[in-house]
């Protein structure tokens, strides 16, 4: 049955599917970290749902929520009025929020996905602040709609800001291959070059509606930004009257080892943009900004599709399952162990160039050693040995998905309630892959 299911996915599909032409299989049945395909063979999911399952397939907490929502008749669907559902999870969501950002914010729910809420982030800061651009960093990645699409980094097809909006690309402080060096003083470099940039009239920045920026790159490649660049990031928009939104919908609800990953840096956002884990694995997307941005007139920004029943309830009992049981802190060791282990096998198979990471979001950068070295020393990217490493891994069982500018970054997601067990076992199935793969 597998097998026929797969042959007419190929032919009905898009070309543009993609998760699935990496993970040529049928999931039958799946409870937090593995997934069963139809063929019975089993697999430890290391991209939950490209890290929306904070506790991984199925958890009861959330089925609990979802079958007590459904057999309590609740209106499934409401556009955006006003339910206890609601209420619950929007309370939830502020007391878990960073006191200093939630105190005085307000939040909009969009609607389904993380790209709605980029959306709706800049539109509110174009509103806000008069403004069309926006300034975006290289490697940023957003969503694919039109606006998201224009401040994200890493893809070929760009689109304009709504508005004919302009955006200006900065450098992330990518330290493997940063132009500004590693460590602490090539992110303070990079710092000073935007607040230069921002500064010279001959700079070709027009003054823009907002900053947006991930506190830890996903898709680009797992690159987590110092926390001291985050700060000078915060003080350069604040001192200049540009609103900052942080981007959450992937490091969020425990994943770096903080409820959200601002807490680290410990600055205080304008806009956050939330969506993933917050929905318990429904479709869910808000973003949560401070009042004074509250500009929009009523009706400013709708949709059909805003804050679905089942969502709210599976997100709410998460956002507290989470806080409730330690896992922010269970992310965090876990994430220490299986960072450990990376590193160690680091310097052993010279085909990894970096291990970097925060929490339970780590990537690993696979290089070509042969290679000449960049001016960053770091050998050339190898994304035909990630493809090989990444089939090698579904072949033993585990399930890695990639990223990165250059597709050579395994990335691992797994859920926060990884026991020590399974981290181990996805490494040692990784780490063979990875031999059997450049062998
Ligand atoms: N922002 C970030 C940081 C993301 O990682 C993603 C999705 N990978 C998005 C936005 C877009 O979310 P969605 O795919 O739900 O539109």
Redesign the pocket.
């Known amino acids: 049955a597998g097998d026929a299911i797969l042959r007419r996915q190929r032919i009905r599909e898009s070309a543009a599917r993609t998760y699935a032409r990496s993970f040529p299989i049928v999931p039958v049945r799946a409870h937090g970290m593995t997934v069963e395909g139809a063929d019975g063979r089993r697999y430890l999911d290391c991209l939950s749902g490209?890290?929306t399952l904070a506790l991984g397939h199925n958890h009861p907490v959330v089925l609990e929520a979802i079958r007590r929502t459904l057999d309590s008749g609740a209106p499934l669907h409401l556009l955006d009025l006003a339910t206890a559902e609601k209420d619950d999870f929007t309370s939830t969501l502020f007391a878990s929020l960073p006191r200093e950002f939630a105190e005085r914010s307000r939040v909009h729910f969009c609607g389904?996905?993380?790209?709605?809420?980029?959306e709706a982030a800049l539109k509110l800061m174009q509103t806000a602040t008069g403004r069309r651009g926006a300034l975006a960093f290289t490697g940023?990645?957003?969503?694919?709609?039109a606006g998201?699409l224009a401040v994200t980094g890493n893809v070929g097809v760009k689109s304009p800001l709504p508005g004919g909006g302009e955006v200006t690309r900065l450098p992330y402080p990518y330290a493997y291959r940063c132009p500004f060096g590693v460590g602490a003083e090539g992110a303070a470099l990079s710092a000073t070059y935007v607040e230069r940039l921002l500064d010279d009239p001959s700079g070709g920045v027009v003054p823009p509606a907002a900053m947006i920026l991930?506190a830890v790159?996903?898709?680009g490649g797992v690159v987590p930004a110092p926390d001291d660049w985050l700060r000078e990031m915060r003080r350069i928009t604040a001192e200049r009257g540009i609103p900052l939104i942080v981007?959450?919908?992937?490091?969020g609800v425990g994943r770096t080892g903080a409820m959200w990953a601002v807490e680290h840096s410990g600055i205080v956002p304008d806009a956050m943009?939330l969506?993933?884990a917050i929905g318990g694995s429904l479709?869910l997307?808000v973003v949560v900004y401070r009042e004074e941005y509250d500009s929009w007139q009523p009706g400013a920004h709708t949709g059909t599709f805003r804050g679905n029943t089942l969502a709210m309830a599976a997100g709410a009992a998460t956002l507290r399952f989470v806080a409730a049981n330690g896992l922010v802190e269970r992310a965090a060791q876990a994430g220490a162990r299986m960072a450990a282990r990376l590193t160690a096998l680091k310097g052993r198979l010279p085909v990894i160039g970096d291990v970097r990471g925060r929490g339970l979001m780590l990537g690993v950068e696979l290089v070509d050693p042969g290679g000449e070295p960049d001016g960053c020393s770091a050998h050339p990217a190898d994304p035909r040995l990630a493809v090989r490493v990444r089939a090698a891994c579904l072949q033993r069982g585990l399930i890695v998905e990639l990223g990165g500018r250059h597709d050579a970054v395994l990335r691992l997601l797994p859920p926060l309630t990884i026991t020590d067990e399974q981290a181990d076992a996805v490494l040692d199935r990784l780490a063979d892959a990875i031999e059997a793969a450049s062998a």
């Open positions: 490209a890290g389904p996905a993380g790209t709605d809420a980029v940023a990645y957003h969503g694919m709609t998201a991930e790159q996903g898709e981007d959450e919908v992937q490091t943009v969506s993933k479709p997307a």
